[in-house]
């Protein structure tokens, strides 16, 4: 499921740049239940969130998409 990449990626750079869902939440302006739904891959991030946490995270957007081919 595609939705599952994009939240697992989202996740593994959260933590690596020390963010907590509420902390990240807060600073991207939305809620943590909805930031734990894209982490968790049952709702797909908006370009407009997706651009926020690049911003936030200091990470290209294009690291945060997920590669066609990841599973192989």
Avoid at 56 to 64: A, I, R
Wanted: hydrophobic share 35%; aromatic share 4%; charged share 35%.
């Amino acid at each position: 499921m595609e939705t599952d990449k994009w939240g697992r990626r989202i996740r593994a750079f959260r933590k690596l740049k020390g963010y907590t869902q509420e902390g990240l939440a807060k600073d991207i302006g939305i809620s943590v239940s909805v930031l734990g739904e894209i982490e968790r891959g049952t709702r797909m991030p908006s370009e407009n969130i997706l651009l926020a946490i690049s911003k936030v995270l200091d990470v290209p957007k294009e690291e945060l998409t997920p590669a066609e081919e990841e599973d192989n």
